[in-house]
């Protein structure tokens, strides 16, 4: 049974499920309990089937008994036709559901006015025999049109409407109107009657049919508004609310390899299990082969892994792929690979969602690529496509599945937001393929432009395909120039080249500085020694310059002595003499007469 | 249950129509069906017919087992074919057509 939340937001009135997946989230837990729905709709937009899914859920669930009138189709085809779905709505026809088959045959005559006076009264005893909690009108206005009188049909209605008053049932009343577009305008007013009004629509897109459910009106409670997308799957109708009301997704710490060690160490150590990872890039730019890689890697540590590819086949990708060292081959033969190929203009994106959906219930993948998950949005309409590859994200992270998704952008400028599809803001990280085109050279180089809650290199890498797979180089960012390929090469060897050079400057450099260092040495050298002889020289002058003095004083006292002169004062002096004591006696003779003259 | 039988003479040659009504309660479309159907057999079937008049109301039952849906309802049921009329039977031409009475 199918959990039935409730808003919080207000008070909201007592509801009962439909167990319907996606329309109980739309309308905070289902339909209004004891009150009437309207699900109006064109033909063939699902009414009947909304119906009958509550019934076949409110019975299997909750075990409540229903009533199902049909007036539109007899009861042995709405069988028939339900006998598509898992319900085994033929089994609980026989105990749990009662049809009333209210069409008149062709056959029929009819001759004046009739009401449904007659016919209320016998549901109202088969509903008191069987306990039914439900009730079901199913197509209505086949019985009232045959009324051919507006006042009466509206009569009819009103009928119906207080006889599910006094009877309090959940009752769901279905009617092939289209909201005012039609000529059966005149049922309008069964929109103003009822509590809840869901609107089923058809259309063709792109010439994909597209199924859309809204709700319209919901007395006394809030709901979700907008045109939602519908699908039909083996379990019946499923509303792809657009984002689950709570995301419960768990966090996972532990690291799973992107494919390759080089990619790992950019993203810090690798994606998270159970994140997502988008890929964009224009076409050509090695999206297929980095998720054939994430895919190879997962398989070599054992883990399943499921492959979807849209508008190329299995085959084709495979054989790619081995051309770069991925091999996928031995994988898909152990069963550990499984490869889906879809044809996206075929069916509508909800479809694929569906038929994903039954891939990840067979193969209960670990990991898992989608490439491109773009091409949804060739599967008409792109609202739907959006809704879905949403979905379908929320899906795979609900299962704790590591996905890669390829997106084929149309711009260069991830900036630009890559992808129609709007899934950017959904994905945990983010990888961006881009050309750079320069000098006859196309190269490619990968971005990450987001990793949530891991550290990433902010620095573009050159991707290199080669037979050994994938590998990363770094590229060339000197002097705010980004290069790659041939040019990153000669850039590399020009460098190479100018370290040399600049060795070898250097190295001419030190040389002239040893030489100057020697010459300047060799100066100091030649300086210091005409400093020592200037020193000698001048040692050498002032012992002559004594020896001058003292041959004059010499000469000055032969001269006294030769005159008989007085002796000088000098002469007198106890001590003056005693320098040259060769001759002692001369002296002080000498000093005396110094002193004195 | 009302129960209204005509008078059967007993040397009856005439082919009997039996016909029966099913009616919810006084509904204006039943009251005026009932008034129609026997201005109809008063003057086209004189004593040639036998009538069952059902109200749904108190014999829901038997109503869904006759597979009747809307009120007023007319089953003929013989001779056969079997016909069914639906409405109040305002219409008297087509119900003359429905019982084969020409």
Same mark, same amino acid.
């Given at each position: 049974?199918?959990?039935?939340?409730?808003?919080?937001?207000?008070?909201?009135?007592?509801?009962?499920?439909?167990?319907?997946?996606?329309?109980?989230?739309?309308?905070?837990?289902?339909?209004?309990?004891?009150?009437?729905?309207?699900?109006? &709709?064109?033909?063939?937009?699902?009414?009947?089937?909304?119906?009958?899914?509550?019934?076949?859920? $409110?019975?299997?669930?909750?075990?409540?008994?229903?009533?199902?009138?049909?007036?539109?189709?007899?009861?042995?085809?709405?069988?028939?036709?339900?006998?598509?779905?898992?319900?085994?709505?033929?089994?609980?026809?026989?105990?749990?559901?009662?049809?009333?088959?209210?069409?008149?045959? #062709?056959?029929?005559?009819?001759?004046?006015?009739?009401?449904?006076?007659?016919?209320?009264?016998?549901?109202? =005893?088969?509903?008191?025999?069987?306990?039914?909690?439900?009730?079901?009108?199913?197509?209505?206005?086949?019985?009232?049109?045959?009324?051919?009188?507006?006042?009466?049909?509206?009569?009819?209605?009103?009928?119906?409407?207080?006889?599910? =008053?006094?009877?309090?049932?959940?009752?769901?009343? @279905?009617?092939?109107?289209?909201?005012?577009?039609? $000529?059966?305008?005149?049922?309008?007013?069964?929109?103003?009657?009822?509590?809840?009004?869901?609107?089923?629509?058809?259309?063709?897109?792109?010439?994909?049919?597209?199924?859309?459910?809204?709700?319209?009106?919901?007395?006394?409670?809030?709901?979700?508004?907008?045109?939602?997308?519908?699908?039909?799957?083996?379990?019946?109708?499923?509303?792809?609310?657009?984002?689950?009301?709570?995301?419960?997704? +768990?966090?996972? *710490?532990?690291?799973?390899?992107?494919?390759?060690?080089?990619?790992?160490?950019?993203?810090?150590?690798?994606?998270?299990?159970?994140?997502? *990872?988008?890929?964009?890039?224009?076409?050509?730019?090695?999206?297929?082969?980095? =998720?054939?890689?994430?895919?190879?890697? =997962?398989?070599?540590?054992?883990?399943?892994?499921?492959?979807?590819?849209?508008?190329?086949?299995?085959?084709? /990708?495979?054989?790619?792929?081995?051309?770069?060292? /991925?091999?996928?081959?031995?994988?898909?033969?152990?069963?550990?690979?499984?490869?889906?190929?879809?044809?996206?203009?075929?069916?509508?994106?909800?479809?694929?969602?569906?038929?994903?959906?039954?891939?990840?219930?067979?193969?209960? #993948?670990?990991?898992?690529?989608?490439? #491109?998950?773009?091409?949804?949005?060739?599967?008409?309409?792109?609202? +739907?496509?959006?809704?879905?590859?949403?979905?379908? /994200?929320?899906?795979?992270?609900?299962?704790?599945?590591?996905?890669?998704?390829?997106?084929?952008?149309?711009?260069?400028?991830?900036?630009?937001?890559? @992808?129609?599809?709007?899934?950017?803001?959904?994905?945990? @990280?983010?990888?961006?393929?881009?050309? /750079?085109?320069?000098?006859?050279?196309?190269?490619?180089?990968?971005?990450?432009?987001?990793?949530?809650?891991?550290?990433?290199?902010?620095?573009?890498?050159?991707?290199?395909?080669?037979?050994?797979?994938?590998?990363?180089?770094?590229?060339?960012?000197?002097?705010?120039?980004?290069?790659?390929?041939?040019?990153?090469?000669?850039?590399?060897?020009?460098?190479?080249?100018? @370290?040399?050079?600049?060795?070898?400057?250097?190295?001419?450099?030190?040389?002239?500085?040893?030489?100057?260092?020697?010459?300047?040495?060799?100066?100091?050298?030649?300086?210091?020694?005409?400093?020592?002889?200037? !020193?000698?020289?001048? +040692?050498?002058?002032?012992?002559?310059?004594?020896?001058?003095?003292?041959?004059?004083?010499?000469?000055?006292?032969?001269?006294?002595?030769?005159?008989? +002169?007085?002796?000088?004062?000098?002469?007198?002096?106890?001590?003056?003499?005693?320098?040259?004591?060769?001759?002692?006696?001369?002296? &002080?003779?000498?000093?005396?007469? !110094?002193?004195?003259? | 249950?009302?129960?209204?039988?005509?008078?059967?003479?007993?040397?009856?040659?005439?082919?009997?129509?039996?016909?029966?009504?099913?009616?919810?309660?006084?509904?204006?479309?039943?009251?005026?069906?009932?008034?129609?159907?026997?201005?109809?057999?008063?003057?086209?079937?004189?004593?040639?017919?036998?009538?069952?008049?059902?109200?749904?109301?108190?014999?829901?039952?038997?109503?869904?087992?006759?597979?009747?849906?809307?009120?007023?309802?007319?089953?003929?049921?013989?001779?056969?074919?079997?016909?069914?009329?639906?409405?109040?039977?305002?219409?008297?031409?087509?119900?003359?057509?429905?019982?084969?009475?020409?």
């Amino acid at each position: 049974m199918k959990a039935t939340k409730r808003s919080t937001a207000r008070p909201t009135p007592a509801k009962v499920a439909t167990g319907i997946p996606g329309l109980d989230e739309l309308s905070y837990g289902g339909l209004k309990a004891n009150r009437t729905s309207l699900i109006m &709709g064109g033909p063939g937009s699902g009414k009947t089937v909304v119906a009958l899914q509550t019934l076949v859920n $409110a019975a299997r669930a909750r075990n409540e008994p229903g009533i199902f009138v049909a007036f539109e189709e007899t009861v042995e085809q709405i069988l028939a036709d339900a006998a598509g779905f898992d319900w085994g709505l033929r089994a609980l026809a026989k105990s749990k559901l009662f049809f009333l088959e209210a069409r008149l045959s #062709p056959d029929v005559v009819q001759s004046g006015e009739f009401d449904l006076r007659g016919m209320l009264a016998m549901l109202k =005893a088969k509903k008191d025999e069987i306990g039914a909690r439900w009730i079901v009108f199913d197509g209505v206005d086949v019985l009232l049109t045959l009324l051919h009188n507006p006042i009466a049909e509206m009569r009819e209605v009103y009928r119906i409407r207080d006889w599910l =008053a006094d009877n309090a049932v959940n009752a769901i009343v @279905t009617a092939k109107i289209d909201g005012g577009m039609s $000529a059966s305008a005149n049922y309008d007013f069964m929109q103003f009657m009822m509590d809840c009004v869901i609107r089923l629509s058809r259309r063709l897109e792109n010439g994909v049919s597209l199924h859309r459910l809204q709700i319209t009106k919901y007395r006394g409670s809030d709901f979700v508004a907008g045109e939602h997308p519908v699908s039909f799957g083996s379990s019946g109708m499923e509303v792809g609310a657009p984002e689950p009301p709570e995301i419960k997704h +768990a966090a996972s *710490t532990e690291r799973v390899s992107a494919g390759f060690e080089r990619l790992d160490r950019m993203l810090g150590g690798g994606l998270f299990r159970g994140s997502s *990872t988008l890929i964009t890039g224009v076409p050509g730019t090695s999206k297929t082969t980095l =998720a054939g890689k994430f895919a190879e890697a =997962a398989c070599l540590r054992g883990e399943r892994t499921l492959f979807v590819s849209f508008d190329e086949g299995a085959d084709p /990708i495979v054989r790619n792929l081995s051309s770069v060292g /991925i091999h996928l081959r031995p994988h898909i033969k152990s069963g550990l690979l499984r490869m889906y190929s879809g044809r996206t203009e075929s069916i509508g994106a909800e479809d694929h969602l569906v038929k994903l959906k039954s891939l990840l219930r067979e193969h209960r #993948p670990r990991c898992m690529v989608i490439d #491109p998950l773009s091409a949804l949005a060739k599967a008409g309409g792109l609202i +739907a496509a959006r809704a879905v590859a949403n979905r379908l /994200i929320y899906l795979v992270k609900d299962g704790g599945v590591t996905v890669f998704i390829t997106a084929i952008s149309e711009g260069e400028d991830p900036q630009t937001e890559a @992808t129609e599809l709007q899934i950017s803001t959904v994905a945990d @990280t983010w990888i961006h393929l881009s050309y /750079i085109v320069r000098s006859g050279e196309r190269n490619r180089a990968l971005t990450i432009i987001k990793s949530r809650g891991t550290w990433h290199s902010n620095q573009v890498r050159e991707l290199i395909l080669s037979k050994a797979g994938p590998m990363l180089a770094d590229v060339y960012t000197a002097g705010g120039e980004v290069l790659m390929g041939t040019l990153r090469w000669e850039k590399e060897e020009e460098d190479k080249v100018r @370290t040399t050079q600049r060795h070898l400057d250097f190295d001419d450099k030190r040389g002239a500085l040893q030489v100057a260092e020697a010459d300047t040495h060799a100066r100091v050298t030649a300086l210091q020694l005409s400093l020592d002889r200037q !020193r000698v020289e001048l +040692a050498r002058y002032s012992k002559d310059n004594d020896a001058r003095i003292t041959s004059s004083t010499e000469r000055e006292q032969k001269l006294g002595r030769i005159r008989n +002169a007085d002796p000088t004062e000098r002469a007198l002096a106890p001590s003056g003499g005693k320098r040259n004591g060769s001759n002692a006696s001369n002296k &002080g003779k000498a000093d005396g007469q !110094r002193n004195g003259g | 249950m009302t129960r209204k039988k005509a008078k059967r003479p007993a040397d009856a040659v005439v082919t009997m129509v039996v016909l029966k009504l099913y009616i919810a309660d006084t509904a204006p479309n039943s009251a005026r069906a009932i008034a129609n159907l026997a201005a109809i057999c008063k003057e086209y079937l004189g004593d040639g017919f036998e009538l069952e008049i059902i109200d749904v109301l108190e014999y829901p039952q038997r109503a869904l087992a006759d597979g009747i849906i809307v009120t007023p309802s007319l089953t003929k049921l013989s001779p056969s074919p079997l016909t069914k009329i639906v409405g109040n039977l305002s219409d008297t031409r087509s119900v003359l057509h429905a019982l084969g009475i020409t």
